[in-house]
């Protein structure tokens, strides 16, 4: 099993939709989670900390649920500059810190 | 002003042959990271350094040697370059505060033919 799972998509949605990723994790003991965004060839970038009572940044809510290993991000009135890979992301090296990626979704916004 | 910067942006070389790529952040980061992107998008983690000292070394081939002359750069050199080496490699940095993601840099494409 690996130790982040993404649904791969790939998503296509109409400007304005909703749309949720979701995510789980393996390791029991990792400690912090992300949601990272990568554009075609190009790095991939902090979108957000998911933090357990769960956190908004204007249209993106994340969400973390420890009992379930569950992570997920929610995007709302969805623009055409949300395309992108969607990459969830978790702490799981413990005091050595590794990030470790899921494969990340594609999210293609179409007008 | 590029935080985290990698040099070369392409590479492109043939099989057998030695090759760097170099790394460089100036954001004040105590650990760096190398990351490798295959040909699925999918991102592994290959090293990683504290302060010069390496924390890290997944399952990666004797052939890859990274090395940190100080906590501000972390190089990586591959010997003997294989058609399967072909990726994007993708420096990465972070402060020491706990919950901070990583600052990654734009990438080197690496080609081999």
């Known amino acids: 099993r690996k130790e982040v799972e993404q649904d791969p998509g790939p998503f296509n949605v109409p400007e304005g939709a909703t749309v949720a990723f979701n995510c789980t994790y393996s390791?029991?003991?990792?400690?912090?989670f992300f949601w990272y965004r990568q554009d075609c060839r190009k790095e991939p970038k902090l979108l957000m900390s998911v933090y357990s009572s769960g956190n908004e940044d204007g249209r993106f809510t994340a969400q973390l649920n420890r009992a379930s290993q569950y992570i997920s991000l929610l995007i709302r009135d969805s623009k055409l500059s949300d395309s992108a890979t969607y990459l969830c992301v978790a702490n799981s090296g413990g005091s050595n810190y590794k990030l470790t990626f899921g494969k990340g979704t594609l999210l293609t916004v179409n007008p | 002003d590029t935080a985290v910067s990698q040099t070369p942006k392409y590479l492109v070389t043939q099989m057998g042959n030695d090759k760097s790529i170099k790394c460089e952040q100036n954001?004040?980061?105590?650990?760096m990271y190398w990351y490798k992107q295959d040909s699925k998008k999918f991102l592994k983690i290959m090293f990683s350094?504290?302060?010069?000292?390496?924390?890290i070394n997944e399952t990666v081939p004797n052939r890859f040697s990274p090395k940190s002359p100080d906590k501000a750069h972390l190089n990586l050199h591959i010997n003997s370059l294989e058609l399967g080496d072909s990726a994007v490699y993708f420096c990465?940095?972070?402060?020491?505060?706990?919950?901070?993601?990583?600052?990654f840099g734009s990438g080197t494409r690496l080609t081999v033919v």
């Open positions: 390791n029991s003991a990792s400690q912090s």
């Open positions: 954001l004040g980061h105590d650990t």
């Open positions: 350094y504290n302060n010069k000292e390496l924390i």
């Open positions: 990465a940095s972070r402060p020491r505060t706990a919950n901070y993601g990583y600052t």
